[in-house]
């Protein structure tokens, strides 16, 4: 219970600021309004580093925050005892993560007028839609998380000890690289649960939540995090 209460805490976190800066930077008269695609994905960065942080503080050693860093190192470790607690631990996290991100924003949820940027605060989109071009965005994307994620893992105590730091690190550089063409969700539980907020909470004007595109985040990071896996696990 203590590294399911763990993955649910840092994964409350993570979405709670990972959400959050793309609320300041989207929603009318946020402060942080228009800032920027660096400003979001630095967020994202900090919010993934505080998460773990979070997540061993509360019990979770591994601290994953993500199906597809669970997925990848049962795969790796033969292991798959935590799959479920830690899903059902990261969904929940997310979705009550991004409740919080609603009720941060309360006031601006109304002020801001297009359905599409308020579906942004929640979930990911493709900046062109295409559904193969798509998949092969998030499923490379997440093979290069966990490809990054056994590196660091593997590296020795000191990177072990930065290792919050360094995975940080790691998201804000694939949001700066490869971020653009879908918004790297890399997660399940990060689009997913998210999604599902937005498609019960009492958001004034806020449109479809999108379904048809849904299964890409979910499918693609779960099968690009196993091939990044099994990758590094050719190696090594």
């Known amino acids: ?5 763990g993955e649910l805490m840092g994964t409350l976190v993570l979405i709670l600021l990972g959400d959050g800066v793309v609320a300041n930077v989207l929603l009318k008269n946020s402060k942080g309004e228009n800032s920027g695609w660096i400003v979001i ?3 994202w960065g900090f919010a993934v580093m505080l998460g773990i942080f979070v997540a061993k503080a509360f019990g979770s050693s591994d601290a994953h925050l993500n199906p597809a860093v669970t997925l990848a190192f049962a795969v790796s470790n033969q292991d798959y005892s935590t799959l479920l607690p830690y899903w059902l631990a990261q969904m929940i996290g997310a979705f009550l993560g991004a409740v919080l991100v609603w009720l941060q924003y309360l006031p601006h949820w109304a002020v801001t007028t297009e359905p599409s940027t308020k579906l942004a605060v929640f979930a990911t989109g493709p900046a062109v839609r ?7 965005s998030e499923f490379i994307a997440t ?8 590196s660091i893992s593997g590296a020795g105590e000191l990177a072990i000890g930065l290792g919050p730091y360094l995975v940080g690190l790691l998201v804000w550089s694939i ?3 490869l971020g653009g063409t879908t918004g790297y969700a890399m997660s399940p ?3 997913l649960a998210p999604r599902i907020a937005h498609a019960l909470l009492p958001i004034p004007d806020k449109g479809p939540s999108d379904w048809d595109y849904a299964w890409i985040p979910v499918v693609a990071s779960l099968l690009g995090g196993v091939a990044g896996s099994l990758l590094f696990m050719a190696f090594h």
């Not at 219970?1 to 209460?5: G, I, L």
């Not at 093979?143 to 994620?149: E, N, S």
């Open 130 to 136: 295409n559904r193969t071009g798509n998949f092969i």
């Open 175 to 177: 949001g700066l690289s």
């Open 143 to 150: 093979a290069v998380l966990i490809l990054g994620v056994s």
């Open 41 to 43: 994905t630095a967020g």
């Open 189 to 191: 539980a990060r689009d």
């Open 1 to 5: 219970m203590q590294a399911f209460w």
